[in-house]
C-alpha cells in the first residue's frame, strides 16, 4: 500500500534562517506531489505541485521553492524565513487525472520566530 | 473565478444528532467534488467523492453527500454525530478537463460535538 511520509512533524525556526522539510512517497511510481500550506482560518493554499523530477509549477509567488530530486521525494525549501511563513505545512501525492483525489502526509508546523 | 464556499466557519451538535455541513461552488463545467476530514494537528484524510452518476454518494465513517448542480452544491450528511467526528471539514472542486493543481479548497467548517 502506498504511504506518505513528512518531517520533521514540529519545527522552530528564527527569522532569516533557511528551511528544508522534505516529503516521500512510498508504494506508487510517478505520483503528482504536492505542497500546501494552512494557515489560521485561511484554509489551504497550493503552494507548489509537480508532475514528474524536475517539474515544478508554484502557484504563488513567495519566498519559498520546492524541488523533486527524485520520483518520490518532495522537498520545501527556503533560504530565508519570514514570521510570515509560519503556518502549517502539507505535502500530498496523488495519481494523475482531475478525479484523483489527493493524499496528505501529517504536515509540518512550522513556528518562525 | 472558481470559487467554493463554506459558509459556516463553526458549527456545534449534540452527539446523536444529525449534520448538514454546507458547499457551494462556482463552476461553469461539470465539477469533480472531494470532502475531506482533518483531525487536530493531522493531514487530510478523503471522506468520499463525487465525479459522475447517482448524486447521492456514500463515504467513509457514515458520511454521505448530495451533489445539487442547480444549486451549485454539494452538502455533507451525517444522521448520528459521534464525539470522534469532532474535527475540521473542508469541500473541495476541480473542474472536469482539469488537473489537480486546480483543486480548489474551501476554507473549512470546524465542528463541535457536545456530549
Known amino acids: 500500500s502506498q504511504t506518505i511520509h513528512q518531517w520533521p512533524a514540529t519545527l522552530v525556526q528564527p527569522v532569516g534562517s533557511p528551511l528544508s522539510l522534505e516529503c516521500t512517497v512510498e508504494g506508487t511510481s510517478n505520483p503528482n506531489l504536492y505542497w500546501y500550506r494552512q494557515a489560521a482560518g485561511r484554509g489551504l493554499q497550493l503552494l507548489f505541485y509537480?508532475?514528474?523530477?524536475?517539474?515544478i509549477s508554484s502557484e504563488v509567488p513567495q519566498n519559498l521553492s520546492a524541488s523533486r530530486p527524485q520520483d518520490r521525494q518532495f522537498i520545501l525549501s527556503s533560504k530565508k524565513l519570514l514570521l510570515s511563513d509560519s503556518g502549517f505545512y502539507l505535502c500530498?501525492?496523488?495519481?494523475?487525472?482531475?478525479?484523483?483525489?489527493?493524499?496528505f502526509g501529517n504536515g509540518t508546523r512550522l513556528t518562525v520566530t | 473565478a472558481q470559487s467554493v464556499t463554506q459558509p459556516d466557519i463553526h458549527i456545534t451538535v449534540s452527539e446523536g444528532a444529525s449534520l448538514e455541513l454546507r458547499c457551494n461552488y462556482s463552476y461553469g463545467a461539470t465539477p469533480y467534488l472531494f470532502w475531506y476530514v482533518q483531525s487536530p494537528g493531522q493531514g487530510l484524510q478523503l471522506l468520499l467523492k463525487?465525479?459522475?452518476?447517482?448524486?447521492l454518494v456514500q463515504g467513509i465513517k457514515g458520511f454521505e453527500a448530495e451533489f445539487k448542480r442547480s444549486q451549485s452544491s454539494f452538502n455533507l450528511r451525517k444522521p448520528s454525530v459521534h464525539w470522534s467526528d469532532a474535527a475540521e471539514y473542508f469541500c473541495?472542486?476541480?473542474?472536469?478537463?482539469?488537473?489537480?493543481?486546480?483543486?480548489?479548497f474551501g476554507k473549512g467548517t470546524k465542528l463541535s460535538v457536545k456530549p
Open positions: 509537480s508532475v514528474g523530477i524536475g517539474q
Open positions: 463525487y465525479f459522475s452518476g447517482d448524486t
Open positions: 500530498a501525492w496523488s495519481v494523475t487525472g482531475a478525479n484523483s483525489p489527493l493524499h
Open positions: 473541495a472542486v476541480v473542474y472536469y478537463g482539469g488537473s489537480q493543481g486546480n483543486l480548489i
